[in-house]
């Protein structure tokens, strides 16, 4: 079974420990995901406060000294098929990965801001275009 480390604000978090990690995440993804198609406004505030964290994660995992020992603790945990001598030598490319992230967790926030509005107004209440 793949059990991947975990990072949580810079710590790597081993084996069984970091199912946890991810089970509480997937928990939250899921309410989230729930709450955001509802057009609830809790879940507007909370995913921008979740898309926040993951990036500060994702910051704190490259830019936290020891970078190098957590990158070879992640690829060490991963199947020999999915590992690959470039992987392990090459840590530069964690930088576009982070970049590539950070992307990832800005478009959304950024789509959350912009359409403030679909979570504020009254449901159910939308004219049809004429």
């Known amino acids: 079974m793949l059990s991947p480390p975990a990072s949580l604000l810079g710590l790597t978090i081993e084996s069984s ?8 995440l997937g928990a939250i993804e899921i309410g989230l995901g729930i709450g955001l198609l509802n057009l609830r406004p809790w879940s507007w505030a909370l995913a921008i406060v ?6 500060i994660n994702s910051l704190l995992y490259v830019l936290l000294p020891g970078f190098p020992d957590r990158m070879r603790t992640t690829f060490a945990a991963l199947p020999p098929s999915l590992r690959t001598a470039s992987q392990q030598e090459s840590l530069s490319g964690a930088a576009v990965g982070w970049a590539a992230g ?17 979570f504020t107004g009254p449901r159910g209440n939308v004219a049809p275009d004429a």
């Not at 970091?18 to 509480?24: G, N």
């Not at 979740?50 to 990036?55: E, R």
């Open 50 to 55: 979740f898309f926040t964290f993951a990036n």
């Open 102 to 118: 950070a992307l990832g967790c800005a478009i959304p926030i950024w789509f959350l801001i912009r359409n403030r509005e679909a």
């Open 17 to 24: 420990l970091a199912r946890p990690v991810y089970l509480t």
